[in-house]
């Protein structure tokens, strides 16, 4: 093949977003000043090129009936090749990739899906499933050993479809490969909306959102894909297993939850109806000062525990502020809003103010009224909200250029109790920033805010930042932050947190996972794997590995395991 097969438009292959994308010259000055602030600089390097990689040639060929499916151009086997975590951007910067998909596949429907599993399960091809490729966790990294005559890589664009509405139930049938732009535009005319919007909406589909157990849009109660997912359709090498659609059930384990979380270790999710709901009409937004940032979190403890379920509820803290740009780092910042489609909020915002005033914080009350001005109003996407939100979307975006100069750039994600919360705020900041200091001889920026709120926990969610060493390159800034990442992984695991929130498993985080899930439990998934993908050849080395082959932790952070 000489171009790529893909319909879309063409994206970055060592950086986040589309080929054409840049950040602004504001952007570039903010960011320098940030590099600075570290011990770094911000130069121009030259971006890496398809040209500065020679890449293997592919160990396997289709067959003629499936070969038109097939492409082996460098842009797109590079594309799926890796995933967006600090690890797969600093490989590809310092022009490193030590694995590499042999051909990439873009079926138009099951049947072609079906096909391309029998013949990757006749000839002892791995198969890694691929949504957006937005994994920051080794999720779609082709390490899956050495038992493996070839890997290929299987896209879900072109299954991108919104299938079936019922504005009765309020409900859609959606296809695996949707990206988030994608069934939110289907879904408009019909005036509804899926309302899960995590960072990598743009470039993230409903298969891996279900696949990952992906955290969203919402702050407390409908938290995470798990709650919007009403039945699920998975193409296994060994048949379809499609779950009933009802509200709810009680007839035995439910099947969905077995899909949920499974990372493409277990078949293809090709579509799912989900629960979606009207377009929200009315807001409601504060930004509130804490000067103690442990009385905000009891704040935000009481108002996951009011059951007055806070659409957004992000809690940064001083530091986080100044990476976020909303603060001065004197100071917390809790951002608070509801949304409904269905009633104005005064009331629930008038109950939630009185929690922060109960706990010292402070907010404009003008500010507050002007959030909740009238419908289609703009008014809540200003001040210290509208700046985090602005801020949120575009990091990924500044962190591209930063990580060609040698800086280390990450984040990680967790959650835990609220008894455990502030012992496991400290032990996981003192922990990490002396792995930091140990392996770069930098002082430690590393900074956290709450994602996500349960009546019995926070999901806090750290950004670290560190120059990679004295002599800076994307190379040595990866040795260090293997280090960094290994005892990150050991400290949310041993202050009682969990390895992941919502980035999950892959191979980045399989140690911790190993960890806190009991063996019975991993066995009891292999054996369901053995079922649905006898041959072992579904994203091998993720969660698992397949009984009778050991793949082991492989991948960005094997070096340090």
């Known amino acids: 093949m000489t171009a790529t097969l893909s319909r879309r438009r063409p994206r970055r292959f060592w950086g986040w977003g589309y080929a054409d994308a840049a950040i602004t010259a504001e952007e570039k000055a903010r960011l320098g000043l940030m590099m600075a602030h570290l011990g770094g600089r911000l130069l121009d390097h030259p971006v890496p090129q398809e040209s500065d990689f020679a890449l293997p040639a592919p160990r396997v060929t289709p067959p003629a009936s499936l070969a038109a499916m097939f492409s082996t151009t460098p842009l797109d086997r590079l594309n799926h090749s890796v995933g967006k975590s600090y690890a797969d951007l600093a490989r590809l910067w310092a022009r490193d990739l030590p694995h590499v998909v042999d051909t990439v596949a873009f079926p138009d429907d099951e049947q072609a899906i079906v096909d391309i599993l029998d013949w990757a399960g006749r000839n002892n091809i791995a198969v890694m499933p691929y949504g957006g490729g937005s994994s920051v966790c080794g999720g779609v990294e082709p390490a899956v050993g050495e038992s ?3 890997v290929i890589s299987l896209d879900m664009e072109r299954l991108s479809k919104v299938l ?8 859609a049938r959606i296809q695996g490969g949707a990206l988030g732009p994608e069934l939110e535009a289907q879904l408009k005319p019909h005036g509804l909306t899926l309302r899960h919007f995590p960072q990598s909406f743009e470039f993230s589909t409903l298969g891996g959102w279900i696949a990952t157990r992906a955290g969203g849009h919402y702050a407390s109660l409908l938290t995470h894909i798990d709650d919007l997912v009403e039945s699920t359709r998975l193409l296994t090498p060994s048949g379809v297993s499609e779950s009933r659609r009802l509200p709810g ?3 035995g ?5 077995l899909v949920l979380g499974s990372e493409g270790t277990l078949g293809i999710i090709t579509e799912a109806w989900m629960r979606v709901q009207d377009t929200p009409r009315f807001r409601a937004s504060a930004s509130v000062c804490f000067v103690d940032y442990l009385k905000a979190a009891e704040c935000v403890r009481a108002l996951a525990q009011s059951a007055l379920y806070p659409t957004n509820c992000r809690l940064l803290d001083p530091l986080e502020t100044v990476f976020s740009q909303v603060g001065d780092g004197s100071t917390a910042i809790l951002v608070l809003g509801f949304e409904s489609a269905d009633h104005p909020l005064g009331e629930w915002m008038r109950r939630a103010l009185e929690l922060v005033r109960d706990h010292g914080g402070e907010f404009d009350a003008d500010a507050v009224a002007r959030s909740m001005a009238a ?8 001040g210290a909200a509208g700046a985090w939100r602005a801020a949120f979307l575009r990091m990924p975006y500044w962190r591209d250029p930063a990580v060609g100069c040698g800086m280390i750039m990450d984040t990680f994600e967790t959650a835990v109790t609220w008894d455990k919360f502030p012992a496991f705020y400290a032990g996981v900041r003192c922990a990490v920033a002396a792995a930091i200091e140990r392996v770069t001889g930098q002082d430690a920026f590393i900074s956290c805010r709450f994602t996500h709120i ?23 800034a990866l040795a260090a932050w293997r280090e960094i ?11 009682g947190g969990t390895i992941t929130h919502h980035h999950a498993v892959g191979r980045d985080h399989r140690g911790g996972y190993e960890r806190e899930v009991s063996g019975l439990h991993r066995q009891m998934l292999a054996a369901a794997k053995r079922v649905v993908d006898p041959a072992g050849i579904l994203n091998p080395g993720v969660l698992f590995d397949p009984l009778d082959r050991t793949v082991g932790i492989t991948g960005a952070l094997s070096a340090a395991v």
Do not use: L, M
């Not at 419908?375 to 200003?382: D, I, L, M």
């Open 164 to 171: 079936e509405v019922d504005r009765v139930s309020r409900a």
């Open 148 to 150: 493996y005559a070839g």
């Open 485 to 495: 990442k290994a005892a990150a992984n050991a400290a949310v695991i041993d202050h």
């Open 249 to 251: 059930s009680g007839a």
């Open 454 to 476: 349960y009546p019995d926990g926070p999901a806090p969610y750290f950004t670290i930042a560190a120059v990679g060493g004295a002599d800076p390159s994307p190379r040595s």
């Open 253 to 257: 384990p439910a099947p969905d939850r």
């Open 375 to 382: 419908e289609g109003s703009a008014e809540h996407r200003s």
